[in-house]
């Protein structure tokens, strides 16, 4: 089966929202001011739909995130649970889990990717299933929180990150065949790092 959160995961977090147990305290600085997320203030909460896979299906699940305040400068941050991506109702496991499958073997495709026992995941009713592009578009969200979070490089990538980044790419390959252009292929190495490595980038 595809990897994916689980109803019961997500419940369990929807239970914390609604017992006040999810606190500012875990999130990053504020990224306008840099005011440590101790002094955020809760500001409002929002209703995300999550997409989960039962038995090859792709079903629902609503849950509340919840948004804080910085005190300092006024921005809103989402605090999201790990189980979730900034902008994605696909769930964490699943975008990582299927990216992961295509960036680290080098002879499937975005179509292989998605398919588990000949069959690919649908919706129960549209029957809409999850389309190959949609790892295409994963794998450039998390290249892109690798780049843009430079606390989950913070390890490896120290006083000058872009240019250490290159470095740390070098002994790492992709094969023609799975980029057309020279923006992409470094896309694809960084998730490939990233996965090599095990990091995780700061969703926040």
Same mark, same amino acid.
């Given at each position: 089966?595809?990897?994916?959160?689980?109803?019961?995961?997500?419940?369990?977090?929807?239970?914390? @929202?609604?017992? #006040?147990?999810?606190?500012? $305290?875990?999130?990053?600085? =504020?990224?306008?001011?840099?005011?440590?997320?101790?002094?955020?203030?809760? $500001? *409002?909460?929002?209703?995300? !739909? &999550?997409? @989960? %896979?039962?038995?090859?299906?792709?079903?629902?699940? &609503?849950?509340?995130?919840?948004? &804080?305040? =910085?005190?300092?400068?006024?921005?809103?941050?989402?605090?999201?649970?790990?189980?979730?991506?900034?902008?994605?109702?696909?769930?964490?496991?699943? %975008?990582?889990?299927?990216?992961? +499958?295509?960036?680290?073997?080098?002879? %499937?495709?975005?179509?292989?990717? @998605?398919?588990?026992?000949? +069959?690919?995941?649908? !919706?129960?009713?549209?029957?809409? +299933?999850? *389309?190959?592009?949609?790892?295409?578009?994963? %794998?450039?969200?998390?290249?892109?929180?690798? /780049? +843009?979070?430079?606390?989950?490089?913070?390890?490896?990538?120290?006083? #000058?990150?872009?240019?250490?980044?290159?470095?740390?790419?070098?002994?790492?390959? /992709?094969?023609?065949?799975?980029?057309?252009?020279?923006?992409?292929? $470094?896309?694809?190495?960084?998730?490939?790092?990233? &996965?090599?490595?095990?990091?995780?980038?700061?969703?926040?």
């Amino acid at each position: 089966m595809p990897p994916t959160a689980t109803y019961e995961q997500i419940k369990a977090y929807q239970n914390q @929202v609604e017992k #006040n147990k999810i606190t500012s $305290h875990g999130l990053g600085p =504020c990224p306008r001011c840099h005011l440590e997320s101790i002094f955020f203030k809760l $500001h *409002a909460y929002r209703e995300r !739909r &999550f997409l @989960v %896979i039962v038995d090859l299906l792709v079903k629902a699940v &609503f849950c509340t995130l919840v948004r &804080f305040r =910085c005190t300092g400068c006024g921005k809103t941050i989402t605090s999201y649970p790990d189980f979730a991506i900034p902008h994605k109702h696909y769930t964490r496991q699943t %975008i990582e889990g299927l990216s992961r +499958a295509y960036v680290e073997n080098d002879q %499937i495709t975005y179509q292989d990717a @998605v398919m588990n026992d000949d +069959a690919v995941p649908e !919706r129960p009713v549209s029957g809409q +299933a999850l *389309a190959p592009s949609s790892v295409h578009r994963w %794998i450039s969200t998390l290249a892109a929180l690798i /780049i +843009a979070h430079q606390q989950a490089l913070k390890k490896l990538l120290q006083q #000058n990150p872009a240019a250490q980044l290159g470095t740390y790419l070098e002994p790492i390959q /992709i094969p023609d065949k799975k980029y057309k252009t020279h923006s992409r292929k $470094h896309c694809l190495l960084r998730c490939r790092w990233f &996965f090599e490595n095990q990091f995780s980038p700061s969703l926040q």
